[in-house]
């Protein structure tokens, strides 16, 4: 099982990135996915959520209206549109897949840096 995060860097303040994760190694379609992020000094917290079709999704609230998760399972890959970036925003982002209670992986993550 493998999900490897791409996309991320450093952006100024205001300026949008769109993170990727890639997955193998397991039935991508019957998973839930979500970014999380951890900032240091912080506990890792939930950014957004995707149910495996696709149809529902859920953000954290200080996420709204800025973020957008998407996934393309034809590709195996779950996105994050991610614009109007602050520099709260500066964290490591793990991509996450769950199914059921016994089933979850996560991505060894990637940095992003929001910062002029």
């Known amino acids: 099982v493998q999900l490897v995060e791409s996309g991320g860097g450093l952006v100024q303040p205001g300026g949008s990135l769109r993170l990727s994760c890639a997955a193998s190694?397991?039935?991508?379609?019957?998973?839930?996915m979500s970014w999380y992020r951890q900032a240091p000094g912080k506990e890792r917290e939930l950014v957004a959520a995707?149910?495996?079709?696709?149809?529902?999704?859920n953000y954290a609230d200080s996420m709204k209206g800025r973020f957008t998760i998407s996934r393309d399972n034809a590709k195996n890959t779950v996105y994050l549109q991610m614009n109007s970036l602050k520099p709260e925003d500066t964290a490591v982002y793990y991509c996450?897949?769950?199914?059921?209670?016994?089933?979850?992986?996560w991505g060894q993550g990637t940095q992003v840096t929001v910062s002029s």
């Open positions: 996450h897949a769950r199914r059921g209670m016994r089933n979850d992986y």
């Open positions: 190694g397991f039935t991508f379609s019957t998973y839930a």
């Open positions: 995707i149910s495996s079709a696709g149809g529902l999704t």
